[in-house]
C-alpha cells in the first residue's frame, strides 16, 4: 500500500506560478515512479508529467513542456510539481498517482488531489 497526500493547490492569477507537493509513504521501495493528472471540469483525465524514482528519468506532456518542471526529493519521499506562467487552462484538480512495479505502468495508489484555480 501506498498512500499519496498532494498540497499546494490555490488560485491564483494568469502567468502565476504555483509548487504542488506530493508527500508519499508506504511501500515506496516498491514504487517505480510518480506521477500527476489532472482533471479539468468537464474533461478527460490528462497525465502531466511522471518521474522515475530511481534515476530521475522525466516525462512532461506537450503542454505542459517548457512551463511544468517536475521533481523529487528521495530523502523527503516527495514529488513537486512546479508551475509557471499559469494560464485558465490549467484549472483542474491535480492528483498524484504512483506506479509500481518494473516499468511504465498505469498508475496503481492515488492521491484525492490539491485544486488549481487561475483566473483571467
Known amino acids: 500500500q501506498v498512500q499519496l497526500v498532494e498540497s499546494g493547490g490555490g488560485s491564483v492569477q494568469t502567468g502565476a506560478s504555483l509548487r504542488l507537493s506530493c508527500a508519499a509513504s508506504?511501500?515506496?521501495?516498491?514504487?517505480?515512479?510518480l506521477s500527476w493528472f489532472r482533471q479539468r471540469p468537464g474533461k478527460e483525465r490528462d497525465a502531466v508529467a511522471s518521474i522515475r524514482l530511481s534515476d530521475g528519468d522525466t516525462y512532461l506532456n506537450n503542454f505542459a513542456r517548457g512551463r511544468f518542471t517536475i521533481s523529487r526529493d528521495n530523502a523527503e519521499n516527495t514529488v513537486y510539481l512546479q508551475m509557471d506562467s499559469l494560464k485558465p487552462e490549467d484549472t483542474a484538480l491535480y492528483l498524484c498517482?504512483?506506479?509500481?512495479?518494473?516499468?511504465?505502468?498505469?498508475?496503481?495508489?492515488w492521491g484525492k488531489g490539491t485544486l488549481v484555480t487561475v483566473s483571467s
Open positions: 508506504g511501500e515506496l521501495s516498491a514504487v517505480y515512479a
Open positions: 498517482a504512483a506506479v509500481m512495479g518494473d516499468h511504465w505502468n498505469p498508475p496503481d495508489y
